[in-house]
């Protein structure tokens, strides 16, 4: 039996919330919209309009946004829920700030028709995280086995890192998510150019999701640039392109594509070339004299 799974990447903009019931006005508008979708992908960050609900000083301060976020995340997550539930569907939630020490760790959380499957957290800060926002990593990959095909996050920026996505390619993830949130068009095009190297060296779908838009009130995503695309090997079976669907620049939205998920194995096993096969060549690589 074919494995057909149809996924929705979010270009998501961001909103001055005037309350949490906005926020779920709003998310839930954006899930019936992809509700004829198996796979709904949100962005890095995109969360971090919820520091609009403590006021003006609170959405511009750096830290204590980041509370701001964290302290709704109980009813975020019962959200998301309640909407996978009701609409069959799987979805990867917009990540946040999560506290699970004194400082906290980006979180992107995934939920299924029963309800919260699980999360990731980012692997490798940014400048900006790590020199300014003082988010930390929480290092620790995960896998979930789910009915739309076993799945992996790489969250921004960690997409540009190989042995990321080798270690998720190795334990037979078959669609890798990537939310984005990138402030220039040179950020956009590295995480945009390390998705579709991930999917050639891991012979897998590349699912990428940014923020877009500017916003005036909040000092950690004031800008934001990107597109949501669907991304895949060019090995014969793919496009030729590696580009399954693609959205168009700063504009939101969702950007839909059905992919077959039999396609990820039948490339590993005979592509027109075999980098997920061949990539123990490359490891052993060495200088020599």
Known sequence: MTRIVKIAAAAYPFDWLSDFAAYRTKITRWVEEA?????LVFPEYGAMELASLGGPQVAGDLEASLHEVARHEPARDALHAELAA????????????????????????????????????????????????????????????????????????????PLLGRVLAEAGVEIVLTPSCTDTVAGFN??????????????????????????DWSPAIDENRGAAAIYAP????????????????????????????????????????????????????????
């Open 190 to 215: 590295r995480v945009r150019i390390g998705a579709m190297a991930r999917a050639l060296e891991g012979q897998c779908v590349v699912v990428q999701a940014p923020t877009v838009g500017d916003v």
């Open 86 to 161: 009701r609409h069959g569907l799987h979805i990867l939630a917009a990540s946040g700030p999560f506290f699970d020490g004194t400082r906290p760790v980006n979180r992107a959380v995934l939920f299924g028709p029963q309800g919260r499957i699980g999360h990731q957290d980012k692997q490798i800060m940014t400048r900006f995280e790590r020199e300014d926002w003082d988010i930390v990593a929480a290092p620790g990959l995960r896998i979930f086995d789910t009915p739309v095909g076993r799945l992996g996050v790489l969250i921004c920026y960690d997409c540009e890192f």
């Open 234 to 289: 060019s090995d014969g079976f793919w496009p030729e392109s590696g580009i399954v669907a693609e959205g168009l620049m700063d504009v939101p939205g969702w950007v839909k594509a059905e992919v077959v998920l039999d396609l990820v194995a039948q490339s590993r096993r005979d592509g027109r070339v075999l980098p997920f096969a061949h990539w123990p060549e490359s490891a052993a690589a060495r200088l020599v004299d």
């Open 35 to 39: 509700a004829d979708c198996d796979l």
